[in-house]
């Protein structure tokens, strides 16, 4: 082989490498699993890109992937007719890893075998996995559209380094060669390949093979004779896009072994919808919400989105246009019948047939949540704990659902003892006090913070709950919501506290006598605090607290006032 050449993995490759051989160890069949998920995603690839170059087929359209044992080497081929990778190609994917989240990912590490496990099945483990069964593997690849003579040979032992060198590769597309460890060579049984196979690809849109040998003539039962079947590649997986399947026809595990599939997440989904449309826009979807946040949540930038095809052929990753970015933690398929084979990102963006499926997916994902809202309180409590926060954006960024994403809140309150988010507002309604007409809050720093503040004194006094917020989110979330079911909102520190109708005669007069009193005294506070503050007022809110800071009714809010200062204004 010319031009070869030595390169050192980057180094968070050969952390990965080195984690992942010995924590994903008792799942170690998942390998197969990334590797003709990384095939099917080259024969994506290369069908979008032959919608403009018929040429790259190179009279081979038939796309499959196929495996093949070598018992006397010990080596595993995994074989697609996909897209190929060039030289340069070859060296940015399989020596780094260029995933979103990579250094979180690194970071929440701890060196505990059964957690870092788990984490790095949450950040998925792709390619490399290879490694977990084989001490050497081979990469043989050419590109669509190249000459023969411009193959890539790469090659690993898993440890720190790799080479690539230049080979003549007739046929297009990637062979990976497991050379396997001396304890893996249950992986050259057919049998096991083939379960292995069944269990993870069936929902593959190519078709996955292997060898049969022939078989020859033989006598049957009845002493007639079985004609002589010649050698083949025979189709093992059901090798249709999953989504195009009926409803009643996939299973659960279908359904999760897919979702891992387009996700790249190694866990399964907490729920899933699966639709077809039919009418003025015809599409179908499969939307999935993971049941863990990813390591780049936080990160608005990364990209999201779901996988679109048209009328079955793969378009692009991460269309962001069809999901809001509330509601960014959703995975999935979308295959419209409606946008042209040649659509764009730049077409999607204002385009009716996007909005109208960007409608109704988001509609769908938000009915999803209230149905498991309903159902299954604790499973919606894990889907709040990992993607609550994300979902408090909603009502900022979607006026027209302000209303129901409301409905899938949850806060802490004064009615429950704990940090944790469980009230909804529909709870909160449900318990109001005869007379009471609005939703009362507090933000603030902290739970603690919150709890302890003497703004609810007067509240716990007359037994009112309040809800209590203190996650950074939870002012700008306030601020883009005035009302749940025509009850308004009202922060306990913020201006007069007018409790309306919830305070009696006799309380009130004792009121307007206690205020006679002291007139002279607020005088007196204002006096001496000068410009520091802008009013000084008799409250009756404070039940043991001698005084409090409030903000103007009209005014920034404390909470506000300090993001304001923190951000420097
Ligand atoms: P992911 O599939 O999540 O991108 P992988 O580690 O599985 O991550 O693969 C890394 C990259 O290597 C892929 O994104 C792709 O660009 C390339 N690659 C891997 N296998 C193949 C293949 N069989 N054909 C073409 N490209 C491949
Ligand atoms: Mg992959």
Known sequence: AAHKETHGFQTEVKKLLQLMIHSL????????????????????????????NDSLYENDGDLRVRL???????????????????????IEHLGTIAKSGTSEFFSKLSGDQARDSQLIGQFGVGFYSAFIVADKVTVRTRAAGEEASRGVEWQSEGEGEFTVADIEKSNRGTDVILHLKE?????????????????????????VQMYKEEVAERDGPDGEKIPAEPAKWETINKATA????????????????????????YGDPLLWSHNKVEGKTEYTSLLYVPAKAPF???????????????????????AEQFMPTYLRFVKGVLDSNDLPLNVSREILQDNKVTQAMRQACTKKVLQMLERLASNDKDKYQNFWSEFGN????????????????????RFASTHEDSPAQTVSLDDYLGRMKEGQDKIYFITADSYQAAKASPHLEIFRKKGIEVLLMSDRIDEWLMSHLNEYKEKAFQPITRGELDLGELEDE??????????KKVEGLTERV???????????????????????VVADEFGMSTQMLKLMQAAGQ
């Open 390 to 409: 994300v979902l408090k954006e909603g009502p900022a960024e979607d006026f027209s659902n302000r209303e129901k994403i409301a409905g899938l809140l």
């Open 526 to 548: 204002k006096k001496v605090l000068g410009d520091k503050v802008k009013e000084v007022k008799l409250s009756h809110r404070l039940i043991d607290s001698p005084a409090c």
């Open 25 to 52: 160890y008792s799942n170690k069949e998942i390998f197969l699993r990334e590797l003709v998920s990384n095939a099917a995603d080259a024969a994506d690839k290369l069908r979008f890109r032959a919608l403009s």
């Open 296 to 318: 780049d949540l936080w990160n608005r930038e990364q990209s999201h989105g779901l996988k679109l095809y048209v009328q079955r052929v793969f378009i692009m990753d991460d």
């Open 68 to 90: 093949s044992v070598d018992k006397d080497a010990g080596t595993l081929t995994i074989s697609d007719n996909g897209i190929g990778m060039t030289r340069d190609d070859v």
């Open 506 to 515: 006799q309380t009130k007069q004792a009121q307007q006598e206690a205020e």
């Open 183 to 207: 304890d893996e060579k249950e992986f050259l049984d057919d049998w096991r390949l083939r379960s292995i196979i069944g269990k993870y690809s069936d929902h593959i849109s190519i078709a």
């Open 242 to 265: 999953l989504w195009t399947r009926d409803k009643s026809e996939v299973s659960d595990e279908e359904y999760q072994e897919f979702y891992k599939h387009i996700s790249h997440d």
